[in-house]
């Protein structure tokens, strides 16, 4: 697998798409119009997930590349693992702003993961993950294979 930049930026998008489309989705009543809540989706998303991939996917490949073979199975796994640390900041972000007039609200940060339980956003930014490394990998491999047909 090779890095390149089309990878980096093209491999975030079909899944900021869907949560574009699942935020337009939620937010489309009362004469609302839904292209603004999918663009606020789209790149909200996006903005999330270039981010946690420059900062902790690159970098924890860098190192699985160090000590093994990354395969396919590896990457996606690596990628729903680095889906599910970005849990923990964004509920982070959620509970301060989720107390009376959007300040912190009474009980503990604890106290607020245990209330949320098994949500959505648990459940779909690991899946997240593992779709943009799945998309990340292809496109690596894919710039590995016509680099290596050009020199052919």
């Given at each position: 697998?090779?890095?390149?930049?089309?990878?980096?930026?093209?491999?975030?998008?079909?899944?900021?798409?869907?949560?574009?489309?699942?935020?337009?989705?939620?937010?489309?009543?009362?004469?609302?119009?839904?292209?603004?809540?999918?663009?606020?989706?789209?790149?909200?998303?996006?903005?999330?997930?270039?981010?946690?991939?420059?900062?902790?996917?690159?970098?924890?490949?860098?190192?699985?590349?160090?000590?093994?073979?990354?395969?396919?199975?590896?990457?996606?796994?690596?990628?729903?693992?680095?889906?599910?640390?970005?849990?923990?900041?964004?509920?982070?972000?959620?509970?301060?702003?989720?107390?009376?007039?959007?300040?912190?609200?009474?009980?503990?940060?604890?106290?607020?993961?245990?209330?949320?339980?098994?949500n959505s956003l648990l459940l779909m930014l690991p899946a997240?993950?593992?779709?943009?490394?799945?998309i990340y990998r292809y496109l690596g491999d894919r710039a590995?294979?016509?680099?290596?047909?050009?020199?052919?």
């Amino acid at each position: 697998m090779k890095f390149t930049w089309n990878a980096f930026f093209l491999a975030p998008l079909p899944v900021s798409a869907l949560f574009g489309l699942a935020f337009a989705a939620m937010t489309t009543g009362g004469g609302q119009n839904p292209i603004y809540g999918f663009l606020f989706g789209f790149i909200g998303s996006g903005f999330i997930i270039v981010l946690s991939t420059l900062f902790l996917f690159l970098p924890a490949l860098y190192l699985l590349t160090r000590f093994t073979a990354p395969n396919a199975l590896k990457v996606r796994l690596l990628g729903a693992a680095i889906g599910l640390a970005t849990y923990l900041p964004i509920t982070r972000v959620v509970y301060g702003a989720s107390g009376h007039d959007s300040g912190p609200p009474e009980g503990t940060y604890l106290e607020f993961l245990v209330g949320w339980g098994l949500n959505s956003l648990l459940l779909m930014l690991p899946a997240a993950g593992f779709i943009t490394a799945m998309i990340y990998r292809y496109l690596g491999d894919r710039a590995k294979r016509v680099t290596v047909e050009r020199q052919s």
